[in-house]
């Protein structure tokens, strides 16, 4: 699973896919901080693993990209509950 969509890029681009394809330019703009070069890079490994599909000129989760985002949800979740127990203990 971490091989397929491990890492910052991968999920954030999965995620910025999840509610409509997207062009390159696209990508860029909803995610300011990758440059250009990881951008490309990381999306011809998801194109490869199959998770994402290149029809020019947008980029769409497959059926099976589609599968990740119920994991990327519960780490999600995970985060904020783990971020909130963080800041209860400091509270405290």
């Known amino acids: 699973t971490l091989d397929l969509v491990g890492g910052k890029w991968r ?3 999965i995620q910025r896919l999840r509610q409509q394809p997207r062009r390159f330019g696209d ?3 909803a995610i300011p901080e990758i ?3 990881m951008l490309t890079q990381e ?3 998801l194109v490869v693993h199959e998770l994402v599909e290149k029809t020019d000129p947008t980029y769409r989760l497959t059926a099976k ?3 990740t985002l119920p994991l990327i949800e519960a780490m ?3 985060g904020q509950q783990y971020h ?3 800041k209860e203990e400091r509270g405290r």
């Open 11 to 13: 999920l954030l681009i």
């Open 27 to 29: 990508l860029t703009q």
């Open 35 to 37: 440059s250009e070069k």
């Open 43 to 45: 999306l011809r490994a």
């Open 65 to 67: 990209g589609k599968l």
């Open 76 to 78: 999600a979740v995970f």
């Open 84 to 86: 909130s127990l963080q």
